[in-house]
């Protein structure tokens, strides 16, 4: 018998289907499937569904004082089944981190910050005392199913005057772990933007991809700066990371134009930039980036299957049988609404995305309006 059959999914390229779903996991996927079920849920014509949406960038530690929020406050309520924390905490308190993440609903997974005590203060890289590789691989051996991967944060407020050496430490050790995915937050220089991106690989996660600062991937000739399509084009993943200062329409709109589009998309939500905004939650974030141009199929997979490959989710990301029954069923409306981005520009979107219900480990939740 099965959990959870859930009839009329329809996904947004219209394919029209019913899901089995038992022991948390997808079991059937078929034009009707006849097993008896312990619950049915019927959806409406006008409702679609998707694998979860996973936000591969916020900070939800709660004891955290510059950077943070709840897991459940920013995914499950918002129709996000998973959550990366990235880099809040380092390997001094990431086990603490993991504790309080067991309460949650949502899945939460972490990258561990280089500097051991993570974002305790603004310049966590300006002491390199606190970069200890042999802590992060400890960590890493203590919680292998809950870090995904390591956090470095490069601009002038971070490193104080170390230049490029926190990301050339980062690189080490992530050489010394199984190569594990790397997440390098950019902004104001110093370090220079070209001085970064030559350092990181394919694989490595360039977050705030779309900053508007002049450190950013926007050259002064209002054209995408050669090093930037170089680090693109061999493989260097450009992931959104809005952020309360990381996102401006003006550079996304150039680059989608240009043929340059995110990798993936993220929020790098925390409490202030979710109650003040400009962030709110996922679900906006995806709608500055249709206002770009982004059709909605480009817009779910950087929100599904691409954060899933990119740190090495294996059971995640994708509606097919054998993975993780998390899904997030929405609808599309009709409707002007202003967005802003990080700059306080503004567009206005004619098409907004709201979840309605969130599923996860075949657990229905409703989410409010």
């Known amino acids: 018998m099965l959990d959870l059959i859930i009839k009329n999914a329809r996904t947004i390229d219209k394919q029209v289907f019913e899901i089995g779903i038992k022991d948390g996991k997808i079991t059937q996927l078929a034009p009707i499937v006849t097993e008896e079920t312990q619950e049915v849920l019927t959806l ?85 005392s606190k970069v200890k590789a042999d802590l992060v691989k400890q960590a890493l051996v203590d919680l292998p199913d809950f870090i995904v991967g390591i956090k470095a944060r490069m601009s002038k407020t971070v490193i104080g005057d170390n230049g490029i050496t926190p990301l050339e430490l980062a690189k ?49 000739d209002n054209h995408i700066k050669d090093i930037a399509w170089d680090a693109y084009r061999r493989g260097v993943i450009f992931d959104i990371g809005h952020g309360t200062d990381s996102f401006n329409f003006h550079v996304a709109e150039v680059a989608h134009q240009a043929g340059m589009d995110a990798t993936s998309i993220s929020t790098d939500i925390y409490i202030r930039n979710r109650t003040n905004g400009p962030v709110y939650d996922l679900a906006t974030t995806m709608e500055k ?45 009709t409707g002007e609404k202003e967005l802003v981005d990080s700059n306080g520009f503004t567009r206005t979107a004619t098409e907004q995305i709201r979840p309605l219900k969130t599923v996860i480990g075949g657990t229905i939740y409703d989410n409010e309006l």
């Open 289 to 333: 980036l249709r206002v770009v141009g982004y059709t909605w199929s480009d817009i779910l997979e950087k929100v599904t299957a691409v954060p899933a490959k990119n740190f090495h989710l294996a059971n995640k990301g994708q509606l097919a049988v054998g993975f993780d029954a998390d899904l997030t069923i929405f609808e599309l409306v």
């Open 44 to 128: 409406a014509d006008d409702m679609y569904i998707s694998a979860g949406w996973i936000d591969d960038h916020v900070h939800c530690f709660e004891k955290m004082n510059l950077y943070y929020d709840y897991p459940d406050q920013i995914g499950v309520e918002k129709g996000v089944t998973t959550v990366i924390d990235a880099g809040t905490t380092g390997a001094e308190n990431i086990h603490d981190f993991y504790e309080l993440t067991q309460q949650a609903k949502t899945n939460v997974y972490a990258l561990v910050n280089i500097s051991k005590w993570g974002i305790v203060e603004q310049d966590e890289l300006a002491d390199l």
């Open 172 to 220: 080490q050790i992530q050489a010394e772990n199984d190569h594990l995915p790397l997440m390098v937050h950019v902004g104001s220089a110093p370090p220079e933007l070209a001085e970064i991106l030559a350092v990181m690989e394919a694989g490595d996660v360039l977050t705030h991809c779309f900053n508007g600062k002049p450190n950013g991937i926007l050259g002064a």
